[in-house]
């Protein structure tokens, strides 16, 4: 399995990226030996102007009013998103991400740098949380895989004993029909 297809498996693909976009991971995996900085650089501007716009659009309802509608959908898509792979965990780090974005952006001078100080801090704890929540998925593939090669290995073992068996017994009828053949001579 190539790197974007098992990052994609494990993170939930497209269902994050109106909130993400593809983050650096995915398209360095896309990228491959393609990847450089400026290609990275560009394709982060890319990504950080997509998301402008879906943010905006998403808004829009309750900026123009209608707040209610505004957290009942909200409410509906946290929903479907937490029942993604990793989806909960995903969903507090990318509501960390946004909220202390605001924070520096609204916050000055000193609420702008105690905000990203805090920023720094959680989004060490998000990466965290996803590479342990990442690990145990590979560490439970592994346990998988390894219960697969047991068991056919156990089938393996078995065939060869229900083949040695097979053998032992043709050769007793082999014998046996031999014996039969002397005593009729």
């Known amino acids: 399995m ?4 098992f990052f994609a498996c494990l993170f939930g693909s497209e269902m994050f990226d109106h909130l993400v976009g593809e983050l650096a991971l995915a398209t360095v995996a896309r990228l491959g030996d393609d990847a450089d ?3 990275l650089k560009h394709a982060q501007l890319q990504r950080v102007q ?5 943010m905006a659009a998403l808004l829009r309802r309750f900026v123009e009013g209608d707040s209610e509608g505004f957290r009942l959908a909200m409410q509906q898509e946290a929903q479907r998103l937490a029942a993604a792979s990793f989806g909960v965990t995903l969903l507090h780090c990318i ?3 946004y909220s202390s974005n605001a924070d520096i952006y609204l916050g000055g001078l000193l609420g702008g740098t105690i905000a990203r100080v ?3 801090t ?6 965290l949380n996803v590479a342990g929540a ?6 439970h593939q592994e346990k998988v895989e390894a219960f697969d090669r047991d068991c056919e290995q156990q089938k393996q073992v078995q065939q060869q004993q229900q083949q040695q068996v097979h053998s032992q ?5 082999q014998q046996a029909c031999a014996g039969d053949t002397q005593l009729q001579q």
């Open 95 to 97: 509501g960390a991400v």
């Open 122 to 127: 959680e989004t060490l704890r998000c990466h």
């Open 37 to 39: 900085a400026a290609g």
């Open 50 to 54: 997509q998301l402008s716009v879906f």
């Open 118 to 120: 805090r920023q720094g």
């Open 169 to 173: 017994e043709t050769d007793q009828k």
């Open 2 to 5: 190539d790197a974007a297809a």
């Open 134 to 139: 990442a690990l145990k998925v590979l560490a």
